[in-house]
């Protein structure tokens, strides 16, 4: 048994810490602000353990300018932030060569095959597989092009055995009357799943963290570049899980990763005026709406700004203007916008693992687009790894030295 400080108390942070108490181990969760918002509050709550493609591939580079030009677009980058983001994109781009696609996508099949288990473990252990919506997810295409460009992700997912069935624009309509009539494809993934509200799952895990007793400190980590010490105290092990915060962190230890936030924007419409059964993946524009159980949640988008700049959330409201083209009922009224700072890696990985430099040192940061996905199932991987057992995965992939 250990005493391990977990930096970081959003859901992969508090995921790890209760997987590492019921190790046995003493747990500390240490957050500058324990309770205070965080990407993993007001996502889109979806569980996509389909989701197995990484975000680059090949020919993106050709369409990021019409993305940046259009005010509708999925893609945003302030100008003054573009010096800092070079190195990131070039690894980006670099990320999206057939051979590092297939690569990553074994990767996260992998992952994502654990996590879905051990999130239907982690509802069980504590009290919240009633929050758990087996609903599926409905992608839709407005048009022929936006579909055919789309084969190579499926063609990817396929090859992986994720489940999933065309269907014709009628039978989608069937299945989500509210749609717009003018639909040119839709895809139905049965094993994608949401839960009713990240926050609510957020705050359980925080309570089971409580009650399991495992101390929530509230201090701000500035480094760790000390030897197994957090905020002046002693410790076997440290685990660095700041989400979009964490390669400062990373960086004062002497270690390297490319790690950008990656900021999404939605609106909350507790009122949408229609009904919607499931997530719907909206894929040309590249944004999503999930029916939680505290309304229709509209969002998606990438800003890379930097994690200091203010929200833009004029963002939120185009997303929401494109959502009425596609939910023609929809009532834009009274909505709440939201904006969160995604932690993402360049290669669509997170990282998981020992650091090679200090035995004192572990990681769990990087979830970009897939955090509240890939929790539980990191959890699992990095408890197994400060143990020393065999993990359930192979973790090279994951591993911060890809960075170096
Ligand atoms: C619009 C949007 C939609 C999304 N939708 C989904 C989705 O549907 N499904 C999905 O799986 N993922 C989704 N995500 C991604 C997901 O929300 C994130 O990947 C996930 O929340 C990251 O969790 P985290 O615990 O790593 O980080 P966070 O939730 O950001 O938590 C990090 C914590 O670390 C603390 N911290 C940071 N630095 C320090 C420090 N130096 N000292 C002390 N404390 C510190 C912060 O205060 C914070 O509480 C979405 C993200 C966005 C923006």
Sequence with gaps: MARIAVIGAGVVGLAAALALRADGHEVIVFDRDPEGDK?????????????????????????????????????????????????????????????????????????????????????????????????????LYRTERGFAEDQRFWAISRAHGIAFEELTPSAARAMEPALTPDIARAVFTPGWMHVSDPKAIWAGLLAAARGRGIGIRRAEIASIAAPGVVADERFERILVAAGAWSA???????????????????????????????????????????????????????????????????????????????????????????????????????????????????????????????????????TELIAGRAPAIDPAPFAITRFA
């Design 39 to 139: 990407c993993s509050w007001g996502n889109a709550g979806a569980l996509a353990v389909t989701e197995i493609v990484p975000r680059s591939g090949p020919g993106l580079l050709w369409k990021i300018p019409g993305w940046l030009l259009d005010p509708l677009g999925p893609l945003a980058l302030r100008p003054g932030h573009l010096p800092r983001l070079l190195p990131w994109l070039a690894r980006f781009l670099a990320s999206g060569r057939a051979a590092e696609v297939a690569k990553a996508a074994a990767a996260l099949a992998a992952l994502h095959a654990l996590t879905a288990g051990e999130w239907r473990r982690l509802l069980a252990a504590t009290g919240m597989s009633g929050e758990l919506r087996e609903t599926g997810a409905l992608t």
């Design 248 to 382: 400062r962190l990373v960086h004062s230890a002497g270690e390297r990763a490319l790690l950008e936030a990656e900021r999404g924007y939605n609106t909350t419409l507790p009122r949408p005026g229609i009904e919607v059964g499931r997530e719907l993946i909206f894929a040309e524009h590249h944004f999503v709406a999930t029916p939680l159980a505290v309304g229709l949640r509209i969002g998606g988008a990438a800003e890379f700004a930097g994690l200091a700049a203010p929200p833009n959330y004029a963002r939120a409201a185009a997303l929401l203007t494109l959502a009425r083209r596609y939910l023609p009922g929809l009532d834009p009224a009274g909505g709440t916008v939201w904006m969160g700072q995604r932690p993402s890696t360049p290669d669509s990985l997170p990282v998981i693992g020992l650091s090679p430099r200090r035995p004192d040192l572990a990681y769990a940061f990087g979830h970009g687009h897939l955090g509240l996905t890939q929790a539980a199932g990191t959890a699992r991987l990095i």
